[in-house]
């Protein structure tokens, strides 16, 4: 698969307005980033029900060219949504930006054995930075709101992200890396809401996204498989092996499989088995018992901080190593301006390389979070691999 990346410029640029120029009135100002969804359609007509001056920007990035892809990311919708509410609409091409600081990091994410997290690089590099910082200087807008079920506490005078009112939707773990300073113009109007809320309002309100169903795929890979988002010659077959040593089958491309992984692997053995270890030096699939890819102690760098009064050695939090889990009771025992380590009460299961630890406090607020760096996959060091293992995995 190829994703449209030629003929857009190498740096942001605005399309023209989709229906009207935005102006500047007396109402307070604020940008709304819409993907054509019902969540941040929602949020826009919230906002402009509360008597801001809303401004509808979607991003233009690379989609998948040979897959049947419905428009997610290309924003037809979001613009007619805009059209529907007397909302001023831009798109904003982030194309060669989006390659640079999301596709290819995924790729070469897998090619080194790491578990990427591409939404989580998206909203740090592109969405509350990049297209953030151009909204600003073209409109002088500084407010931005999302349609991610997440909350900012504005309680006593500070600002704290916290998780969203739906447990099951909130998106807080993806959107922690957010700058300090920079959520206190930040809205999430649906954190105290719920998905089935969300779409009720849309209906009562004749939202032309109403009944649109919620994708669950990676944006720039349309309806199509992550997969056929990274580059030819990943998919190279080469051994399964026990952490014994035994060898029980042939991988079809380690970019096929992630740590923690169980179906798929097409092995047989008198106990159910799991990926334990992504070995690119070699090409070599590890699997193991589920008993071996438990572990107390969690690694994270490139962090961003919330609370650095909360961060520090020997404080108890909770801790999250993956969007679709709960988080633990955890206690801090190493921290820098750069890293920090974590020691879990009870042993998790599969942390990986690449994804995200997010660290929250008793109320649900994010003190930080950062990529883990070291997980599972350093526990051990099978004795038939150890001239040629790499550490690093």
Known sequence: MTLNSSSHPAEPAWLSPSFREWRADHRPAIAVLMSGGVDSSVAALLLKREGWNVLGVTLKIPTACTVGHKGVCCGSEAAFVCQALDVPHYFLDVTEAFHTHVIEPFRAAYRNGRTPNPCADCNREIKFSLAWNEIEKRFGISALATGHYARIDRAHGGQLLRRAKDEGKDQSYFVYDIPRDRLRDLYFPLGDWCKSEVRAFARKHDLPVAEREESMELCFAGEADYRNALNEGVASPGPIRHISGMHLGTHRGLAHYTVGQRKGLGVRWDRPLYVSCIDVVNNVLLVAERENLLC??????????????????????????????????????????????VCFATPVFAPTAGQRLVLYDAAGSVVAGGEIVISVNNLYKPVFMEANHDPNL
């Open 296 to 341: 107390r102690e969690v690694s994270a760098t490139r962090l961003q901080i919330l609370q650095p009064e909360r961060l520090m050695v020997g404080a108890r939090l909770m801790g999250q190593i993956r969007s679709g889990g709960s988080a633990s009771t955890c206690v801090v025992r190493d921290v820098s301006k750069n890293s920090l380590l």
